[in-house]
């Protein structure tokens, strides 16, 4: 069907006559065949025009005029309303990019090994869910009673910390919760001091809230802490295994650190990300438990099962958590219920433990062939815990060119500088071996070597 307007129908079209015709009036004013002002055919001659009943038609102007492009005057007609055409954008071709690192083998660090199949106690943590009714309003600000309770135990078995449900926060991650903490507590203009080379994200963190980021030294024990100002707000730290260094804080400088911060009264801020997995002696006891005034603890579940799952939690004075409890019910930001009951399965069934069981054999065996394997290209460090190695390399390497080589050749590996901000220090790598495959992780360390031999 068509009539004496630029217009085409057929009723083998993907939609409503009305629709059709509506949008052949659009683009015709778009590309500027039809101009404004232009005067349209009656409902009764278009119809006629095109073949078809004057109540499509009539829906198409309807339509037209509800969105503005054309206008009735009294008396007169329809006209085209004064509408200028947008034109297009022309986006630019895209370059080409380099393959995302999905697309590539990796040895990032901190990413732990998640099987291609699910096992049974994940199953059960799931079907608990399903077979609750959703909640009823609003959760707790501070996490369900019920896992808050759970993660008691947990910790003060895992980790030697002794406390109530009362000092526990359910949050979405390490950063959450420290986001969480400088709401709360921070203020702008307060110094917060981070290890250099440490954790950048901590750093971002504690920009994005107005604090000003000093550096502080770690050494093949950690934190440096001698270095420390007393009139530091802050202090971010990764005792039980320093990132990325992996250096673990002796008794006698945590309890320097502890000291320090009663002193000044300053908080610190641990991060305790990968403490599980230790390859020579048992867990170190967490930092928090000489002082929970003064310590704030954040644990993950990023390092023992899967960053995806955005759950940790916060271990601090109960006036700490009442706080951030009180701002979170105001701010609507809390984990969602679905999760918090899976992982509070988890914790009852055993199935966490289970799975660090399981993981450390894996990591253990792996970071044994890590060190073989790497050793004749530079000095391994770190390797008596966590999920990776750094291999600090020979005077004048390029660790940016090493790593950016890798890439090239199809694996992903992380270059120390890029966590170091104003300390200079040795080049190296930080190799991270729980990702992969079995396969696909023998693979990626061959194609390193490759690299290192020819640098």
Request: include cysteine.
């Amino acid at each position: 069907m068509q009539s004496s307007l630029p217009l085409v129908l057929s009723r083998d079209g993907t939609g409503p006559l009305h629709l059709q015709l509506a949008e052949q009036f659009r683009a015709a004013i778009r590309d500027g065949r039809l101009q404004a002002g232009h005067r349209l055919p009656s409902t009764r001659d278009l119809a006629k025009d095109l073949s078809v009943s004057r109540s499509v038609a009539q829906a198409a102007y309807d339509q037209l005029h509800a969105e503005g492009w054309i206008a009735g005057r009294t008396g007169s007609g329809t006209y085209v309303a004064d509408v200028v055409p947008l034109q297009p954008v022309r986006r630019p071709r895209a370059r080409p990019t380099r393959p995302a690192d999905e697309e590539l083998l990796t040895l990032r660090p901190g990413i732990p090994y998640v099987g291609p199949t699910s096992d049974a106690g994940w199953k059960r943590a799931w079907r608990e869910v399903a077979a609750q009714p959703p909640a009823r309003g609003y959760d707790h600000p501070a996490g369900l009673p019920e896992l808050r309770a759970a993660l008691v135990e947990h910790v003060g078995r895992v980790r030697g910390i002794s406390c109530g449900p009362e000092n526990v926060m359910i949050t979405n991650g390490t950063m959450h919760g420290l986001h969480l903490l400088l709401t709360v507590r921070g203020r702008p203009g307060e110094r917060f001091a981070v290890e250099d080379p440490g954790y950048l994200s901590a750093a971002i963190t504690a920009r994005q809230h107005g604090l000003e980021v000093v550096d502080i030294p770690v050494d093949e024990d950690g934190l440096v802490v001698s270095e420390l100002d007393s009139d530091l707000a802050a202090v971010y730290v990764t005792p039980s295994h320093q990132y990325p260094l992996g250096g673990r804080l002796p008794v006698a400088r945590r309890n320097e650190l502890i000291r320090w911060a009663r002193r000044t009264g300053a908080t610190l801020i641990e991060d305790d990300y990968d403490s599980e997995f230790r390859y020579d002696v048992a867990p170190l006891p967490a930092l928090a438990q000489l002082d929970l005034d003064r310590v704030v603890h954040l644990g993950t579940l990023s390092k023992l099962i899967s960053p995806s799952l955005r759950l940790g939690w916060l271990v601090a004075s109960a006036e700490t958590v009442d706080r951030l409890s009180a701002y979170r019910e105001e701010a609507s930001d809390w984990p969602a219920w679905p999760i918090q009951v899976a992982f509070l399965a988890m914790l009852r069934d055993g199935y966490l433990d289970q799975v660090i069981r399981r993981s450390k054999r894996l990591y253990s065996e792996r970071r044994n062939h890590t060190c073989a394997v790497l050793e004749p290209y530079g000095q391994i460090i770190g390797q008596d815990a966590g999920l990776h190695i750094t291999l600090l390399l020979p005077p004048g390497a390029d660790d940016l060119a090493i790593a950016a080589a890798a890439r090239a050749a199809g694996v992903v590996v992380a270059p120390l500088s890029d966590y170091r901000r104003s300390i200079s220090g040795p080049p190296g790598l930080v190799i991270g071996y729980a990702t992969p495959t079995d396969e696909n992780f023998h693979q990626a360390l061959t194609i390193l070597c490759e690299v290192l031999s020819r640098r």
